[in-house]
């Protein structure tokens, strides 16, 4: 699966690509995360590429993408026209508005920035954006994808309640967009 997770510097983008790698390798896949960053770290742009394979990869970088996670317009702009016939496109619905996707693609959309910001946790709209993830049923299930994002932190030694708060609100708030 490849996958580009993309936004403003600051969105936690590169966070949610490395989430996603490490909970690929919990499950016994292999994996590759190459982050990118803008000229400015937070209000630049930021995307990393993510590649998870039941297989050997053979280069880390993704020129074909099956699923786009995109936090703000200019990384939609940049990315949309890479994704590949029938991919998928997880679209942070506060930043991008109304917007007419390729019909050739999937679309699900999440309020991401306003439930992390209802929710008090202005930081936590990637963690938002992997429940519209594992909503789309693109990738790993909620079940798996939680215990991923839990243990990223746990690692890190650090926790943050509201986290399953946004991780489940955005999983079920997500929709599909007819296109």
Do not use: H
Request: with cysteine; hydrophobic share 40%.
């Amino acid at each position: 699966m490849n996958l580009i997770f993309a936004g403003f510097g600051g969105q936690g983008v590169l966070t949610a690509g490395l989430i996603m790698g490490k909970t690929g390798v919990d499950v016994g896949k292999n994996v590759t995360w190459i982050p990118s960053y803008g000229s400015e770290m937070r209000g630049g742009t930021a995307n990393c590429n993510v590649k998870i394979s039941d297989g050997k990869i053979a280069s880390p970088f993704v020129t074909k993408i099956d699923i786009l996670v995109v936090m703000n317009m200019p990384s939609l702009a940049k990315f949309e026209e890479n994704v590949v016939s029938g991919g998928v496109v997880i679209a942070n619905k506060t930043l991008i508005g109304q917007y007419n996707f390729r019909k050739d693609i999937q679309v699900y959309e999440v309020d991401a920035t306003r439930i992390a910001d209802e929710a008090e946790n202005p930081k936590g709209a990637n963690i938002v954006m992997l429940g519209a993830l594992a909503a789309s049923g693109a990738m790993f299930d909620a079940e798996i994808t939680w215990k991923g994002i839990e243990n990223f932190f746990l690692e890190k030694g650090k926790s943050n309640p509201k986290n399953e708060l946004v991780f489940y609100t955005g999983f079920t708030e997500t929709s599909k967009k007819e296109i």
